[in-house]
């Protein structure tokens, strides 16, 4: 069997691995556009900030160990063209420009997303970024020392990680948002609210509702950049407004969400035979809101995983995803915050008839040192008190209690039966009635 890979980063590399145990007999071809494979893109924030030292710490595993394990490992080539009909690749190697058409008997498709750029003059310039590749980041903590008034647009994940990890330097930090809260896709506005406090509490400006419509160049080098009414003088400019599928040579060849990612099922299959997808360049099925684009490494990973068994196998021996629910985690400054499931948008959106309940509850006892509140927000059914979505903000991990959050929602569990779920119990760590049975036997 002859298995093609396109991408070797997160669901890429996880496929090519997964496959390889499971049918030794397999051949198994990675094409990979950079230079490097297995990257985790997601500590780029947290290596800025200085968390840690070593740039190799975001590598899973090196070319070296990929043919080791006797998968063909071609980097520096960019598939240009996929032959559904005739079953073969175009690929382009990057180094010579040498053309090359492979065949395949089963395709993996993973070939991520791109930034988002704005159409403004001047994005291009030296002193604006990215915040995807390594060699960005590099570059711009090469040149970190020169910057003191730095813009990042767009109060998504990165944006608002990278604006709490620079915080700490000293710099003038200036967030800027175009919706009416930060996280808006994630948190409901009772946790925007808090998210923007605590970054506040870090220094940084925020600006809601503010769109960058334009920079001042001076010397090749953006200057200001325009927001509103306003120029806010900068030394560099940060861009974190979103990703774009890289699906664009496949255009009109898949099945596609509007914004180009490729829609798969639950077993990693796109809408073509013997061809799957998994990653940011393709849908995620979630339990409840069903097929939708959700471009986090959870799930690259766990589709990889998953992929990489049904690639080499009898259908009949295939795994299946058991649906995602977009939990997540943010950290910002001394605070942080979590979700899963569905927010209150989510639930309207769905036409659900839901409630919802808000409490304020302590950590631990209250005669243990270091008490805290932790704020939580349950979405359930306004008749069956089925669990939809939870939300929660705090110190001092509060957000690990997602994971219990995470599991009800799984298992369809009722508010009323999280109320006295036997959660564990001892002074330094949570109070005879534990924050969740609290907030679940506040809902009526």
Known sequence: MEVIVIGGIAAGMSVAAKARR???????????????????ACGLPYYLGGQFEDENEMFARTPEQITASGINLLLNSEV??????????TYKDLVTNDVTTKAYDRLMIATGASP??????????????????????NRLMSKLDQYQNIAIVGGGFIGVEVAEQLAPFNKNITLIHSRERLMNSVFDSEFGEKIEEALSNEGINILLESRANG??????????????????????????????????FLKDKLDMLDNGAIITDNFGRTSIKDVFAAGDCASVNDRLAGTIYLPLATYANKMGRIIGTNIVTEEKDW???????????????????GATGLNEAGAKALGLDYKTTLVHANNHSNYYPNQQTIMIKLIYDANTFVLYGAQIFGQEEAVLRIQALTTAIYAGL???ELGFMDFGYAPPFASTWEALNIAANTAK
């Not at 499971?22 to 985790?40: L, M, Q, R, W």
């Not at 240009?80 to 690749?89: G, L, P, S």
């Not at 988002?116 to 960005?136: A, C, E, K, Q």
């Not at 920079?215 to 900068?234: E, H, P, Y």
């Open 116 to 137: 988002i750029v704005p159409n403004i003059d001047g994005v291009d310039s030296d002193n604006v970024y990215t915040f995807t590749r390594l060699d960005d980041v």
């Open 215 to 248: 920079f001042t160049l001076n010397d090749q080098s953006v200057s200001q950049v325009l927001v509103n009414d306003q120029a806010i003088d900068v030394d560099a400019v940060i861009l974190a407004v979103g990703f774009k599928p890289n699906t664009h």
């Open 22 to 40: 499971e049918n030794p007999d397999a051949t198994i071809t990675v094409i990979e556009k950079e230079n490097y494979v297995s990257f985790g």
């Open 80 to 89: 240009t063209d996929v032959n559904f009909d005739e079953k073969n690749v």
């Open 414 to 416: 009722t508010t009323k």
């Open 319 to 337: 795994n299946e995803f058991n649906g995602a629910l977009s939990s997540s985690y943010l950290k910002a400054g001394a605070s942080e915050a």
